[in-house]
Structure formats: C-alpha cells, structure tokens
C-alpha cells in the first residue's frame, strides 16, 4: 500500500509483522481494550494478563478464520505505532484491525491508511468491510468516510463502504460471523 505522510513532520508506512513485535502488539491490543475493564475490581495485572490472553485467543481466530491476510505493523516517523489487519477476497477487502497507540489516535494516521484501503477498493471494484463496536469512538470516522451499517449483533456493527457502480448488499445476506 502506497501511503503519504499524516503530517507534515511523520511519514507512515506499513511492514510485515515480525516475531519480536510480540510484546508492541499486545500493547497496542491492551490500550484498545483496558477502558473496558475499569469497572471491574481487578489489579492491574490481572487485567493485563486477562487480555493477554485475550490477544492470543483473538490471533489464533484471526489466523484460522483469515488465510492469508496481511498483518501489519504501522510505523509513523519509523517508529511502530499500531497495528493493520487486512484480508483481501473476491470482491471485498475486510479490515480486521486497525488500531493505534492511544499517544498516535485523531493525528489523521487512521483517516490516511483508511483513504488508502478505500481507494484500494475503487480501483479494484471491492467493497470495504469493518466490524466496530457499538461504543467505539472510531464509528464517526468510518461515517465520515461513507461506511454504513448493513448488520449488528448488538455488540458489534458490521459497516461496508462500496465503491462507485457496486450495488448494496441486501442485509439480510450479511454473515456478521465473516
């Protein structure tokens, strides 16, 4: 993926995931999820090594669930920041994850690599699909872009956004588990 600087001070590309990113990427994972838990009466090492373990339920998922997809490393100015999960099938690019370091979200990091994979989808004639939590802030942004709701399961939203001439899928052929 061809990507343009966020900034006028940081370039931000992508690379391949590699075995020593391990400790990054369940970082990132826990800053997504730890508000979740504040209501809960754990330590704090109790609720990082609850969603360490929920990280590695979610990449052995991902793993099975979507042969072949790309898992990638976002680096802004170099220096690792996020994660991107992509998987490209007939038709349809499906972002699996896109998540930033809290110190790197609303810099226009995810709106860049967002455009990106959309533009992506008009030059192929794909689809992009998302699944979102109900509460997650990220759901003005993929709204702005042009993603709609086409299915829920209460939890989580499925958005599509679709690239000119590509008609709707009817939503009750929508498998939320996909």
Not at 2 to 20: C, D, F, I, Y
Not at 96 to 112: N, S, V
Not at 151 to 177: C, F, K, M, R
Request: aromatic share 8%; glycine share 8%.
């Amino acid at each position: 993926m061809n990507l343009t600087p966020a900034t006028q001070h940081e370039s931000v590309t992508l690379r391949p995931l590699r075995p020593a990113d391990e400790p990054f990427l369940v970082a990132v994972y826990v800053s997504t999820r730890l508000e979740e838990l504040a209501v809960v009466g754990w330590s704090e090492q109790q609720k990082h090594s609850f969603l360490e373990t929920q990280f590695h339920a979610q990449r052995r998922y991902y793993e099975s669930e979507y042969p072949g997809a790309e898992f990638q490393v976002i680096l802004a100015g170099g220096e690792p920041v996020g994660r991107l999960y992509l998987h490209r099938r007939d038709a349809e690019i499906r972002i699996m994850e896109l998540a930033l370091l809290p110190g790197y979200r609303r810099r226009g990091i995810g709106t860049q690599l967002l455009r990106e994979i959309l533009a992506e989808g008009e030059r192929s004639g794909s689809r992009v699909t998302i699944h979102v939590e109900a509460f997650n802030p990220a759901l003005q942004l993929y709204k702005r872009l042009g993603f709609r709701r086409v299915a829920d399961n209460g939890v989580y939203h499925l958005l599509h956004w679709l690239p000119a001439g590509v008609p709707a899928v009817p939503t009750g052929a929508i498998n939320l588990n996909q």
